[in-house]
């Protein structure tokens, strides 16, 4: 679908400058953003274990045509404990000593792991759609990749799968975000994806799942500050550039408090968001800001950078206000070895 993004080309080749080396000489295996299991607190295992576990058997419910049966599925729910599971991860503390952990647990609490969360409880209400079939298949398929990514030895098997070479295309993208009518419990959006792009995005599952936390986490922050409920992704190729590279580009609508935050913040420099530590929220709830700087992170290991604060003052990440949009952009490699 090509058309439906709010910014301009002009705009949009405007957001950045075209120099972006790709730095990364060996294929993509592991995400630095991720953990050893062992890693993880010792109440925290059980719990990050028993969630992947209960995602596997989800998952091995649905056919090849992905199908399921909502009534079995939801007896599944009742018989393990489902509702208890997520209050327990809910009760897991994010990590401010230690960065890298507070990360991997927003990610694996995270995700795709939210909105799931929300489609099984009005699955549990018996308010499920046949609709909402497909999404909770993708849904369920993308964290389980997710966890995987960020604590690889959580099941090393499949893992091992995750590394072999398998193209991963757009097509991939927009199955999950073309039209998606997005839920989340603190949100809702409506998503239009414009893509310029058709090709492949990835060689490896474990590279697309990375891609897949940077999409999430936008996304999410996007579905939860959009002020008309609507979230545009825009997929641009820049091939004219230093590296073949993919812009992606997720735009939300904010009020004039959301921007006077912004404002007071971070003055004309909204990229340093990425760096973490702020978040935003009407209702006085409190956050960490781990979401945007996971992103950096993950955007700055694709291209074989130091850290997310070098993607910032590469461009490689960025965001900014146009007009009433809050645009946050990032690039991931297409010719990435």
């Known amino acids: 679908m090509t058309g439906a993004f709010p910014l301009s080309d002009e705009t949009v080749k405007a957001l950045a400058p075209c120099d972006l080396p790709l730095l990364r000489h060996d294929p993509f295996?592991?995400?630095?953003?991720?953990?050893?299991?062992?890693?993880?607190?010792e109440h925290v295992q059980p719990v990050v274990r028993r969630l992947y576990d209960t995602?596997?058997?989800?998952?091995?419910?649905?056919?090849?045509?992905?199908?399921v049966n909502l009534g079995e599925l939801r007896q599944f729910l009742h018989e393990t404990g489902w509702h208890d599971l997520m209050h327990e991860l809910r009760g897991i503390s994010l990590s401010r000593q230690d960065p890298l952990?507070?990360?991997?647990?927003?990610?694996?609490?995270?995700?795709?792991?939210?909105?799931?969360?929300?489609?099984?409880?009005?699955?549990?209400?018996?308010q499920a759609q046949p609709s909402d079939v497909e999404r909770i298949y993708l849904l369920v398929r993308d964290h389980l990749k997710i966890m995987?990514?960020?604590?690889?030895?959580?099941?090393?098997v499949r893992t091992a799968r995750d590394?072999?070479?398998?193209?991963?295309?757009?097509?991939?993208?927009?199955?999950?975000?073309q039209q998606a009518d997005y839920r989340l419990p603190d949100g809702t959006a409506q998503v239009v994806v414009d893509a310029r792009y058709n090709g492949v995005v990835a060689d490896r599952c474990v590279?697309?799942?990375?891609?897949?936390?940077?999409?999430?986490?936008?996304?999410?922050?996007?579905?939860r500050h959009s002020a008309d409920h609507r979230v545009m992704v825009g997929i641009y190729p820049l091939f004219e550039c230093s590296s073949q590279s993919l812009r992606f580009i997720v735009a939300n609508r904010i009020d004039p408090l959301q921007r006077n935050a912004l404002e007071q913040r971070f003055g004309l420099h909204w990229s340093d968001l990425f760096r973490g530590g702020f978040t935003f929220s009407s209702d006085g709830s409190k956050g960490h800001g781990f979401g945007l700087a996971i992103c950096a992170e993950l955007v700055a290991n694709a291209y074989g950078l130091?850290?997310?604060?070098?993607?910032?003052?590469g461009n490689y990440v960025g965001a900014l206000p146009h007009g009433d949009l809050f645009?946050?952009?990032?690039?991931?490699?297409?010719?990435?070895?």
């Open 29 to 41: 295996v592991r995400s630095v953003s991720s953990v050893s299991i062992a890693t993880l607190p």
């Open 55 to 67: 995602l596997l058997a989800i998952f091995s419910r649905f056919d090849q045509m992905r199908r």
């Open 101 to 126: 952990l507070g990360q991997v647990i927003h990610d694996i609490r995270g995700g795709s792991l939210q909105a799931l969360a929300l489609q099984l409880q009005l699955l549990e209400f018996d």
């Open 148 to 156: 995987r990514n960020c604590v690889p030895d959580l099941d090393p």
């Open 163 to 177: 590394i072999e070479l398998r193209a991963h295309g757009v097509d991939l993208l927009l199955e999950k975000w």
């Open 207 to 223: 590279e697309f799942s990375a891609l897949d936390r940077v999409i999430y986490n936008l996304i999410n922050n996007a579905t």
């Open 306 to 313: 130091p850290n997310g604060p070098a993607a910032i003052a």
């Open 327 to 337: 645009v946050a952009w990032f690039h991931w490699p297409v010719a990435a070895p």
